[in-house]
């Protein structure tokens, strides 16, 4: 009999839902849930709270909704029985926090705390704990802790403790009712199966856990805040288990809600952009995955441990078991993009682009692939959302090159190449560092549709890029962790490389590089390594003072 698996993606602005037929690891339907409420970096939904720069916050109450919508969506779309759904797998946004009570309620929710911003969710690129970042940083610093190289030599203001830190600081009285604080991924597994099992990918990643050593000691929490000293034994959980590990059976609460039977298996959530490594098939080393979204991941499995200077991590088993997996990123991508399309676009482009039957993005692909390399005379330093390479969210976006001849489309085709840049950047320094990366293989909704971008990563990095098969690489990932929660017998798998063979695959089409093309690139990455240098390691600190005025001119 058909069994199957379902993958829920918890992105940054909807939940994806995937079915998966388990016996022939084809995807039989998808289905995609809009947070309602968004984003909210402007105005709390309780209450009418201002928010400052740098926050980005998300109402819970959208990830139940997403619950509740998604699996019932799957099965009206196919006609499969409830029953024959073996497993559930979650991937999610992070660092994405919360704090809660001990049962999951979100403080949030709770009328006392609503109108309070720190009792809300967290996004991942809620980045106003800079200044958290940096204590913890320091002190890591100053005490010489062994857990700092793991991630490059600075902690983000993205991250688990930072996030935490500033509850401590700026809302003491929401970080001590809150029994509880937990990423997001974890809590949507509380949800579903009422234990507090904690993934090694987020505890790894984003939060200094170690397999062999455990989270960093009470001594060094201490010296951060003499409040934080026992954060791991209180807020969090010493049940952390690998993504695709058994982590409970759905409650009958949450069958009723989501349209399924009770007992189902719930793997062990992860990280989406992880996650996404094995919906790819990525299971061996030296195979490097690019997600192209809203942000930008790089990943790729390694069999030695390397520290490198400026990537997001290395964890043991935190990506695929018995694996080192190194993971670096751009914090702008999709979102800068977005940001141009939103902004700068003139309204007779949109007029062109509706006369020609094409969304806006369609028609600024069209146009800039008109352009050569190197004709737009821009070169863009692709930091509107930070620099995690740096590890440094203070950091801003520049264009260099503006004079009154300058298009919509140079723009569009120079942030493109900024972003390959960046890629680039990233690529050097972890071969540099002694990372194999021999095949890059991109998804995420970039990769899928915009044939420029993956033409001009190409001839940057000067490598043949292949596409994942799924157009939900994430979403697959998370319904593998289902089946492989699942099990052998109940009709899933009996581990990730047996469960990726049989449900990923690549697109036939390929990009190469044009060698033409790439020895324009070189000659424009050369100055863009020159600015990045300059910017972003104290040649000149004009961006984080202009920063520094608009908040004091925000704030008065």
């Not at 106003?128 to 940096?134: N, V």
């Not at 120079?414 to 194999?436: N, S, Y």
């Not at 998804?443 to 043949?464: E, H, P, Y």
Request: with cysteine; aromatic share 8%; charged share 25%.
């Amino acid at each position: 009999m058909t069994k199957y698996a379902i993958g829920l993606d918890f992105g940054t602005e909807s939940a994806r839902g995937l079915l998966v037929d388990l016996q022939t690891g084809k995807e039989v339907a998808t289905e995609v849930f809009d947070y309602p409420h968004g984003v909210i970096d402007e105005t709390l939904p309780e209450g009418g709270v201002r928010l400052e720069p740098d926050w980005a916050l998300q109402h819970p109450g959208d990830y139940v909704q997403s619950l509740r919508v998604l699996p019932p969506a799957l099965l009206k779309l196919t006609g499969a029985d409830p029953k024959d759904v073996v497993g559930i797998g979650v991937d999610f946004t992070s660092c994405t926090i919360l704090p809660a009570k001990k049962d999951g309620t979100p403080l949030c929710l709770k009328d006392e705390f609503k109108t309070n911003p720190h009792s809300w969710v967290k996004l991942w690129k809620h980045h106003s704990a800079q200044p958290e970042a940096d204590r913890i940083t320091d002190v890591a610093k100053e005490r010489a802790e062994p857990f700092l190289a793991r991630y490059g030599g600075a902690i983000s203001s993205e991250w688990f403790f930072p996030k935490a830190l500033e509850i401590l600081n700026d809302a003491p009285d929401i970080y001590d009712a809150a029994d509880i604080i937990l990423e997001g991924g974890d809590w949507i597994t509380l949800k579903l199966t009422g234990n507090d099992v904690r993934n090694a990918t987020a505890a790894g990643y984003k939060a200094l856990w170690e397999k062999s050593s455990g989270f960093p000691g009470t001594d060094f929490f201490k010296a951060v805040n003499p409040r934080l000293e026992n954060i791991a034994r209180e807020k969090m959980s010493s049940d952390i288990r690998a993504p695709s590990a058994h982590a409970g059976d759905l409650t009958q609460e949450m069958a009723d809600l989501m349209g399924l039977r009770p007992g189902i298996a719930v793997g062990v959530p992860s990280i989406d952009a992880h996650a996404a490594v094995a919906g790819a098939g990525i299971v061996s080393p030296g195979r490097m995955l690019l997600v192209l979204g809203t942000s930008l991941c790089h990943m790729v499995l390694g069999s030695e441990l390397h520290l490198v200077e400026g990537m997001c991590g290395v964890v043991e088993d935190g990506i695929i078991p018995d694996f080192y997996g190194y993971e670096a990123g751009q914090a702008g991508g999709g979102d800068m993009y977005a940001w141009l399309m939103d902004n700068a676009i003139p309204p007779a482009y949109h007029q062109e682009a509706k006369k020609e039957s094409l969304d806006i993005y369609s028609l600024m692909e069209k146009k800039a692939a008109a352009l050569k390399p190197g004709e737009s005379g821009l070169l863009i330093l692709d930091w509107w959302n930070g620099v995690r390479l740096l590890v440094d969210s203070d950091l801003t976006g520049l264009v260099l090159g503006y004079n009154l001849t300058t298009s919509p489309e140079d723009i569009y085709r120079a942030m493109i190449e900024a972003t390959a840049f960046g890629t680039r950047k990233i690529i050097e320094r972890l071969r540099d560092g002694g990372v194999p990366i021999h095949e890059i293989v991109a998804c995420g909704g970039l990769a899928n549709k915009n044939k420029l971008l993956m033409q001009i990563f190409s001839d940057v990095l000067k490598t043949k890029m292949s596409v994942a098969g799924s157009d939900q690489a994430a979403a697959l990932g998370a319904a593998i962790y289902g089946a492989v929660a699942a099990g052998k017998d109940a009709g899933g798998f009996a581990d990730i490389a047996a469960a990726a063979k049989k449900m990923t695959s690549l697109k036939d089409e390929t990009y190469e590089p044009v060698e033409g093309n790439s020895r324009i690139y070189d000659d424009l990455y050369r100055e863009y390594d020159v600015l990045f240098d300059h910017f972003g390691t104290g040649g000149n600190n004009v961006m984080k003072t202009l920063k520094s005025i608009r908040s004091k001119a925000i704030k008065t």
